[in-house]
């Protein structure tokens, strides 16, 4: 037990004496002089109090030599500039079109055969009704005779066969015998004409001959095109829209065509829209009908359509050219203002909003009236002396 205790009282003194230790480093450490930290404060007070009152001084200095050595001002530029007017801001899409007509007519034979000869070439012109080819029917000639012939017979004894019959001679069956065989081969005779006739083939349509399927010599069968007759009297100008463009074109809006190869342009309406949106490009067709009786809207000729996607109304538009931006992002402009009778370029901040080939709507920043700079802007100073070209045209909206 006693040796217990001993160990107990051994541990205890132990911790009491790094208690001690810790407390008398502590005590030997370095000591803060508090009166020296008011000291340092009310120093740095006056120097910052000194150091004012100079710069005070300076600036009183700067603007005294201002007055008594004003600067050179730097010679005017000379600038162009435009009045600030509210026009009218309309935006343009131009999309890729191209010609096509769906009028296309097949000349074909009813019968087949060997044609005797085909009449047209390709890129002929042609009109309803015109012979187009003929095809060789020499066995249903020589049918027709054989019918003709025996036709001519069976006449012959009908005809006697009715004057016996009228004299009470002879059968009443020989009678309607030869009548019906007579009657059977008359429309024998027809049916064979009536084929004959289809050995000419006729231009269904007019237009231009636009492929030749068979030549002379070739055997037709029936129904097989002959030729591939095109009528380019009316055509389709096709063009695929973005489905962003939804709602900002309608059927019956006027939209402008462009053709690079023609250098023409003409103006017509949209005739159908497309029903759906093409999931492989997310578009939609627009169709235009034309008239082409020249001919000079050939099919699969490039287009451009021209339509209006935007349009505002009495807001200020300037040339996006002239609009000018700082490191910052900000954007501006410069304006011309008089001074005493002399014109100062002074920057002015605007915000931007709807933009164009053509320009830029400004939504604020530049009010009507107002001189904004144009040619020059980019040499100019703020606050610097200007002159104002007056061959310039002076206002926005033309």
């Known amino acids: 037990m006693t040796q217990l205790y001993s160990t107990i009282n051994k541990s205890i003194m132990k911790k009491i004496g790094i208690i001690i230790l810790a407390i008398s480093l502590y005590a030997c450490g370095p000591q803060v002089d508090l009166n020296s930290i008011e000291s340092k404060r009310a120093t740095l007070k006056e120097k910052k109090a000194a150091a004012k009152k100079l710069k005070d001084e300076i600036a009183q200095l700067e603007e005294e030599i201002l007055v008594l050595d004003p600067p050179k001002e730097k010679a005017p530029i000379n600038v162009n500039a435009i009045q ?85 001679i002879g059968s009443e069956l020989q009678y309607i015998q ?36 068979m030549k002379t ?31 900002k074109i309608k059927r019956g809006d006027m939209v402008d065509i462009h053709f690079p190869a023609l250098g023409k342009t003409m103006s017509r309406k949209v005739t159908a829209l497309g029903r759906t949106i093409d999931p492989a490009n997310r578009t939609f ?17 490039l287009a451009e359509v021209k339509f209006k996607d935007l ?28 001074d005493n009778g002399v014109y100062r ?12 080939e053509e320009g830029i709507v400004i939504e604020n920043g530049l009010v009507a009236g107002q001189l904004m700079i144009t040619k020059g802007s980019r040499n100019v100073a703020a606050n610097g002396m200007i002159i104002i070209d007056s061959s310039e045209e002076t206002t926005t909206n033309g």
């Open 84 to 168: 600030v007017d509210p026009s009218v801001f309309t935006r343009y899409v131009d999309v890729q079109a191209s010609v096509t007509t769906d009028d296309i007519s097949y000349a074909s034979s009813e019968t087949g055969g060997r044609l005797n000869s085909v009449r047209v070439k390709e890129g002929q012109y042609v009109k309803r009704g015109q012979l187009i080819a003929t095809v060789d029917m020499q066995t249903l000639d020589n049918q027709i005779s054989e019918i003709q012939t025996s036709l001519d017979l069976a006449t012959t004894v009908y005809d006697r066969q009715k004057r016996l019959w009228e004299q009470e």
């Open 178 to 213: 030869a009548k019906s065989n007579k009657e059977r081969l008359e429309k024998s005779l027809v049916t064979a004409q009536s084929q004959l006739s289809k050995r000419n083939v006729y231009a269904p349509i007019s237009g231009v001959v636009e492929r030749e399927f």
């Open 345 to 356: 370029a002074v920057k002015a901040y605007v915000d931007l909003g709807e933009s164009s």
């Open 285 to 301: 067709e627009i169709e235009i009908e034309t008239a082409n009786r020249n001919g000079e809207l050939k099919p699969n000729l």
């Open 311 to 338: 349009e505002l109304k009495d807001v200020v538009v300037v040339p996006v050219d002239y609009v000018l931006e700082e490191v910052s992002g900000k954007n501006y402009v410069y304006i011309a203002k008089e």
């Open 217 to 247: 010599g070739e055997m037709s069968a029936p129904g097989a095109p002959i030729v591939q007759i095109l009528n380019t009297q009316m055509v389709t100008i096709k063009a695929d829209i973005p489905e962003t463009y939804l709602g």
